[in-house]
């Protein structure tokens, strides 16, 4: 059960890093690109600790940290809100 929730999260960093990847098409201002770039890299740390079944409650904080800053960094950019 583990494991399967990991592979969840890793689907969950794999479409993050792949809307990242839309976003950076485009000119981004200093802003918002290291939280968006730490995100995608606490999002891709947690599937890996939850792997290894040790470490479950520091990959829940690590993977709902970034996936906390990706919603403050999506919020605060205002590419994204003039695209809408």
């Known amino acids: ?5 990991a592979l969840t999260k890793l ?4 479409g993050f890093a792949r809307l990242v ?3 950076f098409r485009t000119p981004v201002s200093h802003g ?3 939280a968006y770039v730490l995100a995608a890299s606490l ?3 947690a ?11 520091p990959a829940s904080l690590v993977f709902h940290s970034g996936l906390l ?3 403050v960094a ?3 950019d205002n590419a994204l809100r003039r695209r809408t």
């Open 1 to 5: 059960m583990l494991r399967f929730m």
């Open 11 to 14: 689907a969950m960093a794999l």
């Open 21 to 23: 990847d839309w976003r």
């Open 32 to 34: 918002p690109t290291p």
């Open 43 to 45: 999002m891709a740390a």
């Open 47 to 57: 599937p890996g600790l939850i792997w290894a079944t040790v470490y479950l409650i």
């Open 69 to 71: 800053i990706a919603l």
């Open 74 to 76: 999506g919020l605060r």
